[in-house]
C-alpha cells in the first residue's frame, strides 16, 4: 500500500490515484462488511454522495465490496453529508458511507463513513480496516446464498426535509423573508432549496445545476461573494452558502457582510444562554476560533473548549465535556440534540428562527462579536514532514510570537485533507498580522515548496 489510508476527514485524494481508487473503494466496502459481519444477523450499509463525475465510480465499487461480503446496501443518491447520517439512524443501519470530498474541486473525492448512531468511526476502527486492505485479508467469504442485495431508495430526499423542518418551531414560518441561497453545485441543490420553500420563504436560488464537474467551482461556501452579490442586487434578508455535501455554510448579512462561522456559534450560544438552554452553559471551539468571539461568550459567563481543527474532533470534545453546541470558523456549526455531524441547512433555521424571534437583522445579532484582525495563508506543500523539525519555520515563528507581546496567536499546522500548510496569525494590528503571516508562509514554502 502506498501510505496511510485514512485521515481526518475518512479516505480523502484524486479520484482515480492513490487512495481515491476504485480498487481501494472495492477492498473497503469489504473491510467495512467484515467489521460488521463480527455481530450475528443480516447487515445493512446506507450510501450517499454528492455531485461529482467520479462518485459513480465509488459508489459502485463500495456496494461490490459490501456485497461480496454478505452485506446488504442502500443507495440514496446525491444527498448532503447530515442527512446521510440522519438516514443511517431513521433505517436503523449498521453505517453509513458518504462520498464527498465536501469544498475540494470535483476532481479530488473522499469517503467517510458514520457508524450506527451517525456518528465518524474512532481512529481504532479506521486502522483496523486499513490493515485489512494492507492485506487484502478478505478470504472469509459469505455463503453462496448469502451474497449482499443492493436497493435504491427513492423517499430519502423528502425524510431528511421533514426531518430538517422540525428543527424549526412548530407553528412558525419564514413568511417575509427573502433569501439568496447558494448550493455549491453539490449534495444540497435538490433538498435545501426545499426546506426553505415549504416554510414560506421566498428563496431566489444559485448554484443548483451541478454537471459533475462544477461543484464548488466559483460558487459556495468558499466564495462567498456569490451571496454578498446576490443579497444585495434582490435586496434579501440573508444570504446563504453551503458547501458541496451542505454539512456547513457561510452567511451574509442584509447588507452583503460574510458572517461566519465563529460569529455563528457565538449568536446560537448567546440565544440559548439568554433562553437557559446552553447546556452545561458551556460550547467547544476550536484552535483557530477568533479570540473576538471567544472572548465575547467568556463575558457572558460561557465556558469555551477549545478543540483541534476539523468537525470530528469539535464532535469528540463535546461528548467529552458533554456540551449541546459546538463548531468552526469555516461553518461547520454542530448542534447534538438534532444531529451528530454538521448540518448547513438545520445551522441556517437556527439563525433564522433567532432573527425571526428576537425582530432583528443578522447584521444586529452579528454585531455582538468583535473580531481580532486574523490572516489565513495556505501553503502549498509537496510533503508533510513535522514542523518541529523545521529549524527556519520555528524561528519565524518563534519571532512572530515575540512581535505579537502575549496580544495574538500564531498557529500553524497540515490540512489534514489537502496538501498545503495553513498559517493564521492574529493580533491586535492587521498590518502586523499580515506581515508576519506572510514571513511564516515564506519560510515554509523554502523548505517545503
Known sequence: MAGKLFGTDGVRGRANYYPMTAEISLMLGKAIAKVLRRRAGKHRVVIGKDTRLSCYMFENALIAGLNAMGVDTLMLGPLPTPAVAFITRAYRADAGIVISASH?????????????DGFKLPDSIEEEMEKMIEKEDFKDLPPDGELGRNKRIEDAGGRYIEFVKATF???KTLKGMKIFLDCANGAGHRVAPLVFWELDAQVIVTGNEPDGLNINRQCGSLHPEVIQKGVIEHQANVGIAL???????ILADEKGNVVDGDTLLAICAQDL???GLLKNNRVVATVMSNFGMIKFLESLGIEVILSKVGDRYVIQDMLTYDAYLGGEQS??????????TGDGVVSALQVLKIMAETESTLSELAACVQK???????????HKPPLEALKSVQDSIALA??????????????????????????GAKKHCVDGLAGQIAESIAKELG
Open 104 to 116: 475540494n474541486p470535483y476532481y479530488d473525492n473522499g469517503i467517510k463513513i458514520f457508524s450506527a
Open 169 to 171: 418551531p412548530k407553528r
Open 243 to 249: 458547501d458541496g455535501d451542505a454539512d456547513r455554510l
Open 273 to 275: 444562554h439568554r433562553r
Open 331 to 340: 461553518g461547520h456549526l454542530i448542534f447534538l440534540d438534532h444531529n451528530p
Open 372 to 382: 481580532f484582525p486574523q490572516t489565513l495563508i495556505n501553503v502549498p506543500v509537496k
Open 401 to 426: 510570537e515575540k512581535e505579537l507581546k502575549g496580544e495574538g496567536r500564531v498557529l500553524v499546522r497540515y490540512s489534514g485533507t489537502e496538501e498545503v500548510c495553513r498559517v493564521m496569525v492574529e
